[in-house]
């Protein structure tokens, strides 16, 4: 079925101001709950710029093998209204299980946002809607953006002069309307999707084929020369 493009206009949905004033646990006071988010903030974004060894060093973490893939949709969402914190949990969310950094949200909280524990993350994914359906959306996008390299690498493989490459293209043939299995045109012809001077029953299967190709002169009537205005027509609405 086709994917659903997505509205990529969300931003953040707001819960009120004690739920949005919910200090850490671990912190003594609201001020030095700022203050270790701000200092969190601060080294997350040593990682937006790309230097993993300065993170790692002030953060005193683990130093990931690469750049987090969620950073990218991170400063999507926070270009979006989204508290930073909130940005990346959804960002992380979104973000493919396998090889996922960190790998566990209880380390995200520690490692990434500044938190003594996990719980505030659960409780804003249990009170805020909003966080699941911007995850579902981010999911999708990530559909859309690599559209243009899967058309490209079947068109490649569809080309190629080997038989290995015959399912790749009878995708592309299908796509572009060229092919349509004989499984396909039976069904049509039976439900009556096409009117046609000749019935399924009277075909053999080379017509079929032929019909397959887009010879639709072989649905004319028996003794008929074919031409196209044996072409069927489809029924209205």
Same mark, same amino acid.
Not at 107 to 125: C, F, I, M, N, P
């Given at each position: 079925?086709p994917i659903e493009n997505k509205d990529m206009t969300y931003t953040q949905l707001g819960l009120g101001a004690e739920f949005d004033a919910l200090e850490d646990? /671990?912190?003594?006071?609201?001020?030095?709950?700022?203050?270790? $988010?701000?200092?969190?903030?601060?080294?997350?974004?040593?990682? *937006?710029? +790309? !230097?993993?060894?300065?993170?790692?060093?002030?953060?005193?973490?683990?130093?990931?093998?690469?750049?987090?893939?969620?950073?990218? $949709?991170? *400063?999507?969402?926070? /270009?979006?209204?989204?508290?930073?914190?909130?940005?990346?949990?959804?960002?992380?969310?979104? $973000?493919?299980?396998?090889?996922?950094?960190?790998?566990?949200?209880?380390?995200?909280?520690?490692?990434?946002? /500044?938190?003594?524990?996990?719980?505030?993350?659960?409780?804003?994914?249990?009170?805020?809607?909003?966080?699941?359906?911007? *995850?579902?959306?981010?999911? $999708?996008?990530?559909?859309?953006?690599?559209?243009? !390299?899967?058309?490209?690498?079947?068109?490649?493989?569809?080309?190629?002069?080997?038989?290995?490459?015959?399912?790749?293209?009878?995708?592309?043939?299908?796509?572009?309307?060229?092919y349509v299995p004989i499984s396909q045109l039976k069904a049509m012809l039976l439900k009556g999707d096409f009117k046609t001077k000749r019935g399924v029953e009277?075909?053999? !299967?080379?017509?079929?084929? %032929?019909?397959? %190709?887009?010879?639709?002169?072989?649905?004319?009537?028996? +003794?008929?020369?074919?031409?196209?205005?044996?072409?069927?027509?489809?029924?209205? /609405?």
């Open positions: 079925m646990d /671990g912190a003594p006071s609201a001020q030095d709950a700022a203050d270790i $988010s701000a200092a969190a903030r601060e080294a997350l974004m040593l990682l *937006v710029r +790309g !230097d993993r060894r300065a993170w790692a060093a002030k953060d005193g973490a683990s130093l990931p093998h690469e750049l987090p893939k969620w950073l990218d $949709s991170f *400063v999507w969402l926070l /270009g979006r209204g989204w508290p930073w914190r909130q940005a990346t949990f959804i960002a992380w969310l979104a $973000s493919p299980r396998k090889n996922r950094w960190p790998p566990t949200q209880e380390e995200l909280a520690t490692q990434v946002l /500044g938190l003594s524990s996990d719980r505030r993350l659960s409780v804003w994914r249990q009170k805020n809607p909003m966080i699941e359906t911007t *995850v579902g959306m981010l999911q $999708s996008a990530e559909l859309y953006h690599a559209r243009a !390299d899967v058309l490209a690498a079947l068109k490649e493989v569809a080309a190629e002069a080997d038989y290995k490459a015959h399912p790749d293209r009878k995708m592309f043939l299908e796509m572009t309307g060229d009277d075909l053999s !299967d080379e017509e079929l084929i %032929q019909l397959s %190709q887009g010879d639709w002169g072989v649905l004319a009537k028996e +003794g008929e020369p074919n031409g196209s205005d044996a072409e069927p027509t489809k029924h209205a /609405g």
